[in-house]
């Protein structure tokens, strides 16, 4: 454990409510959180569908906050570099999605934005090393995606663990985001385990506090407490 570690909390706007986004958006930046994320949905890659390019440009202009696109799409190359130029700082796509990954990357860096590879939960870490010294980060799925609210799956944990090792043998800045199931109850093991960036939605969005439920999610994580 590092007692200078820093996290961020990247609230999921997918748990907000869409009529009042732009309240939302200002309750969790008033509660600490830094990154906004935004989670892309298909209905072919997972069972759900949720928003896109209009909406991320709407949210773009109403927030300063650091902007993480999720796709959950199919052929993500052919949208990655559109949500950068729709104002997202964070894109990350699916390595079970992309099989020219490596390429996705680097136009998403080129386009000036983070690239990021998502991972399942039942997809080897393996299928990472190649593409590892690409991507600014790894968003780790503790859940299944598709839908918020679900079950943190346990061992992400161990998962989280090995990815944090797996980076620091190779001397690679590159960073852990994780997404799925994160409560004030488990953030804490989180942390502790090698994650920076936690994406909470139903913890953050669902009793109708937003800012306190930030506050919460950062005190309970503070590891130097
Ligand atoms: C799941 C999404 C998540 C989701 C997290 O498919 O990628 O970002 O919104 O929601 P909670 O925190 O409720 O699991
Ligand atoms: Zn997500």
Redesign the pocket.
């Known amino acids: 454990m590092n007692s200078q570690q820093i996290f961020e909390i990247a609230p999921?706007i997918?748990?907000a409510d869409f009529a009042r986004l732009g309240e939302e958006i200002r309750a969790i930046e008033a509660g600490g959180a830094t990154v906004l994320?935004f989670?892309v949905m298909d209905g072919h890659f997972?069972p759900n569908i949720t928003i896109g390019l209009p909406v991320l440009e709407s949210v773009r202009k109403a927030t300063d906050l650091t902007i993480d696109a999720?796709l959950?799409i199919e052929e993500p190359s052919r949208y990655a570099v559109k949500f950068v130029e729709a104002g997202a700082n964070m894109v990350s796509v699916h390595v079970e999605a992309d099989v020219h990954l490596q390429r996705t990357l680097t136009a998403i860096r080129e386009a000036g934005g983070q690239a990021g590879i998502a991972i399942n939960p039942a997809t080897p870490l393996t299928a990472l090393e190649e593409a590892l010294p690409f991507a600014d980060f790894i968003l780790l799925m503790s859940?299944n995606?598709?839908?918020?609210?679900?079950k943190f799956i346990h061992t992400s944990i161990d998962k989280l663990r090995r990815l944090r090792r797996m980076i620091d043998e190779r001397g690679l800045q590159t960073r852990i985001e994780i997404?799925?199931?994160?409560d004030a109850g488990n953030i804490r093991k989180i942390v502790e385990s090698g994650a920076e960036i936690i994406?909470?939605?139903?913890?953050v969005f669902g009793k109708g506090k937003p800012t306190e439920a930030v506050k919460e999610l950062i005190d309970a994580a503070a590891v130097w407490a």
């Open positions: 999921s997918l748990s994320h989670d997972v999720h959950m859940v995606p598709g839908f918020g609210g679900q997404d799925g199931g994160i994406v909470a939605g139903s913890a």
